[in-house]
């Protein structure tokens, strides 16, 4: 057993039989000889020190040996301390915090006294300098990154020389920023010093805008925690765990597949190089397995070796340092050594203790002290070990050694990629100028990093151009063929047939049926065709052209449908009325009012509540290949904040007026007027028009989600409904025209007379005054007729009456006789008179009645005309 191990064996044996009391006498006994009697040699300045030789981090490994080669060094040395001797006291505190309370105990109540403590890992770090304020003692680190021992209020008295591990967060938020992830994942193990790391990463990374999406943690086993990576699709993965956890870490990230082209793991850089593969009894996954899941992974580490040939205070540079090193550690795999990263953090504490303890000498010789004079309770020793160390600033194999306010050390970040198997320097960060050096020898299993999420690519859903030119042509076709109806319509305005089905209202049909055609084109224009700023104004262009269309096509033959039930379906009291004059201007009062109803509708919906631009989201698709990509569609709408409800009132009356519409043809199915003479053809379209209408509007909105079913259905309907509508209105009146020539002896005849339809009306006038001339004739001759047999009347029955007395008298003398009977013969006249003039017109069977001939104003009713004299009346 070498010597310093033996002593160290002795103290801790002797140790454990002292008492407190025993501690105080030794002291003091201590200090009376050091004033008293004279010291031979030098004088021995112990320190206690902790050093992990196994454990989560077995940094102790190659730590203890450099210290001792910077001890060996120092005491060599006769400008430093040329009357102290430095003596290290170490035990294996195995990073236990536990293990490392009794060992504390042991140095503090163990003499020597110690005048500093050097502890190694964090946690145990945390112990000691929290308790070493207690015994005024300093205490400096060579292997603590803990946050927390940042604290001066928490821990007054601690150094170190490995820097804390907040250092690497403003570099891996460096290298966040440099490849474009903005959101990460964490997995850490339950441990003070990762726990305060990772709420310093969260905090910088959200000044940075860059989201923690996961954040998981675990005791012991990290299967769990593994699995909640895989599930939440973590694709950047901030690791924070000892050595011996990584490996559990990776062979359960091996097992979930949690590795490759779409991951990127960052991890802590002071692990042995080949932590990797290390064989370790609590996984089961092979050395290869491991070896695949760690492939390409990010570390960052303090540079923790100078990179620069320099000597510094030990007159050694780096390289001679890690030669001198090699041969310590007797020829042993640096891989396979833990702390053989932090062996420099170890050689540059002891230098910087050593010349802190250097600089104390005169400032304590001052005041009539010496650095043997330490104790427990010695205040002013402490103070100026303390303001030696905080003012410390030299070059060592670990580059240049200064502390911050807190006792941390500064240095920069080596940034290092597991390439092949082997870490590959890849760049360094100066955290205090912000400086990232980069070589560009990053490599990735894929062509470039992965995402820090999948990549979702949003595309926009179009109309197919193939659909849209098809129904384009069909409704310009359409709009063709309604200019032609318009233009047929106008010029033959003036033939009674035409004029007969109120041609003003059939005008207003064929714009209102363009117009609805032109409201095809807008329908099909979306994002493919205009900008987003012009995308409302097309919106607009929608929703008036096929109102105002609807309004003007349907209300017009709504308006003439109308009409004829009003007129020709009254009640027998009221018939009479159907021989009113068609007034028109009322009926194009109807279709302008329906026209204004649309118009102020449309008016208050776009000032209220405008039309804008929505998009619609669908679900995420994968597309082909083996791509780390989802598509998610979209599709432009049309839209308002209250669609529903304004696309309800919309609906709802036009949807009354189609069914009313439908009612009032069905009712005027089997009437015939000259007045409106296409009032069948009018209520077919309205069948036709109405029940696409009723179709379309539902089912449009069931497909919007559906770009193509959509405007083929809505566009469809459209040139379905015009079409059948100028087919049945108009090509019926041209086929008339046509094969009949009504057109042409109208155009002839009014060219011949140089009159209007008005001079129609003036000749039929004038035909009747002249039958009504001749009937009054006719009525004048049968007058006379009938006053001449009155007369004749009257002269009969005076002769009758001169006859009855002397038919009384001889009544009384002779015998009766039978009366006498009416016979025709005796109206004869008496013999030797001539016999009535005989009238050309021979009198009809009623004009036997005197009392059906004799009318007391002294006229003849035209009802009193028998029906055989009818025919004098037409000639």
Request: hydrophobic share 40%; proline share 5%; glycine share 6%.
């Amino acid at each position: 057993m070498p010597a310093m191990a033996k002593l160290s064996w002795q103290h801790h044996s002797r140790g454990r039989r002292l008492v407190s009391t025993s501690y105080f006498v030794l002291a003091t006994l201590t200090l009376l000889f050091s004033w008293s009697c004279p010291v031979l040699g030098k004088k021995k300045l112990y320190i206690g020190a902790l050093f992990p030789m196994s454990g989560g981090w077995p940094g102790g490994q190659a730590c203890l040996p450099a210290a001792q080669m910077a001890l060996d060094l120092v005491n060599k040395r006769t400008d430093i301390l040329p009357d102290y001797e430095l003596e290290l006291i170490y035990y294996d505190s195995m990073c236990d915090p536990g293990e490392a309370t009794k060992l504390l105990y042991d140095l503090l109540y163990t003499e020597p006294i110690k005048i500093v403590l050097m502890p190694g890992c964090s946690s145990v770090s945390t112990l000691v300098a929290e308790a070493a304020r207690m015994w005024n003692l300093i205490v400096l680190s060579y292997g603590s990154s803990s946050p927390a021992l940042s604290n001066r209020q928490r821990f007054p008295t601690f150094f170190r020389t490995h820097p804390s591990a907040t250092l690497h967060n403003p570099t891996r938020v460096q290298l966040f920023q440099k490849w474009k992830w903005t959101k990460i994942a964490t997995i850490q193990q339950t441990t003070e010093v990762f726990t305060s790391t990772l709420d310093d990463l969260e905090q910088r990374v959200k000044e940075a805008g860059i989201e923690i999406s996961v954040r998981q943690s675990f005791l012991t086993d990290p299967a769990v925690a593994v699995k909640n990576l895989k599930r939440q699709d973590a694709r950047i993965i901030v690791g924070l765990f000892y050595e011996t956890e990584a490996r559990k870490v990776f062979c359960e990230v091996y097992k979930e597949k949690l590795y490759g082209k779409k991951y990127v793991w960052f991890l802590i850089g002071w692990y042995a190089d080949n932590w990797f593969k290390i064989k370790d009894p609590s996984i089961n996954c092979t050395v290869e397995q491991m070896t695949e899941a760690v492939e390409g992974h990010v570390t960052t580490e303090i540079v923790m070796l100078n990179p620069e040939t320099v000597r510094g205070a030990s007159n050694l540079t780096s390289q001679e340092f890690l030669a001198q090193l090699m041969s310590k550690l007797g020829g042993k795999n640096p891989e396979e050594t833990g702390g053989f990263q932090e062996a420099p953090l170890a050689y540059d504490a002891v230098w910087a203790l050593a010349l802190a303890l250097n600089k104390t000498v005169g400032p304590l010789k001052a005041k009539g002290r010496r650095l043997e004079d330490f104790n427990y309770n010695n205040k002013d020793i402490t103070a100026e070990i303390y303001r030696a160390l905080n003012t410390s600033s030299f070059e060592g194999v670990s580059g240049h050694v200064v502390f911050d306010a807190q006792g941390s050390r500064m240095a920069w970040t080596l940034i290092e990629q597991l390439q092949g198997g082997s870490y590959k320097k890849i760049g360094y960060f100066d955290m205090t100028k912000g400086n990232l050096s980069w070589y560009g020898n990053d490599r990735w299993i894929g062509s470039d990093p992965p995402a820090d999420q999948t990549v979702v690519i949003q595309k926009f859903r179009y109309l197919s151009q193939k659909l849209f030119v098809s129904v384009s042509v069909f409704a310009g076709l359409g709009i063709l063929m309604g200019i032609v109806c318009l233009t047929f319509n106008i010029y033959n305005s003036n033939v009674r047939y035409i004029q007969n089905s109120q041609p003003y209202l059939n005008n207003m049909t064929a714009v209102g049926c363009m117009m609805a055609l032109a409201a095809v084109f807008p329908l099909g224009i979306d994002g493919l065709h205009v900008r987003n700023s012009q995308f409302p104004v097309v919106c607009q262009f929608r929703l008036w052209l096929l109102g105002l269309g609807f309004s003007l096509a349907y209300g017009s033959m709504f308006t003439k449908i109308w009409w004829v039930h009003t007129v020709f379906t009254k009640k027998d009291e009221k018939k009479d009325k159907r021989k009113q004059h068609l007034e028109p201007w009322k009926l194009y009062a109807t279709v302008g009012v329906l026209l204004v109803i649309d118009i102020l509708s449309l008016m208050i919906w776009q000032i209220v509540d405008p039309l804008h631009i929505t998009v619609e989201k669908f679900t995420k698709e994968a597309p082909k290949g083996d791509v780390d990509q989802l598509i998610e569609p979209l599709l432009q709408h049309c839209s308002s904040e209250k669609m529903n409800t304004w696309l309800g009132v919309v609906y709802g009356y036009k949807g009354l007026l189609l069914l009313l519409g439908i009612f009032l043809a069905y009712e005027t199915k089997s009437v015939s007027t000259e007045k409106i003479n296409d009032h069948r053809a009018v209520g077919m379209a309205i069948y036709n028009v109405s029940v696409l209408c009723m179709i379309t509007a539902p089912v449009t909105m069931i497909l919007s989600s559906k770009q193509d079913a959509s405007f083929a259905f809505a566009s469809l309907a459209i040139i379905f409904s015009v079409y059948i509508t100028l087919v049945v209105l108009f090509v019926p009146k041209m086929r008339r025209l046509i094969t009949r020539g009504e057109w042409q002896s109208d155009q002839q005849e009014t060219m011949k007379t140089g009159s209007s339809t008005n001079n129609n009306d003036e000749e039929k006038s004038r035909q009747l005054e002249r039958e009504n001339k001749e009937l009054q004739k006719i009525i004048q001759e049968k007058e006379e007729r009938v006053s001449e047999l009155r007369n004749q009347l009257s002269e009969r029955q005076a002769l009758r009456s001169r006859k009855r007395p002397t038919s009384s008298s001889q009544n009384h003398s002779s015998p009766s006789l039978p009366a006498p009977q009416n016979d025709p013969k005796s109206l004869l006249p008496p013999p030797g008179y001539p016999l009535p003039a005989s009238d050309n017109h021979s009198l009809p069977p009623t004009f036997s009645n005197t009392s059906t001939l004799y009318q007391p104003d002294g006229k003849i009713n035209r009802n009193s005309c028998h029906p055989g004299r009818l025919q004098l009346l037409y000639k």
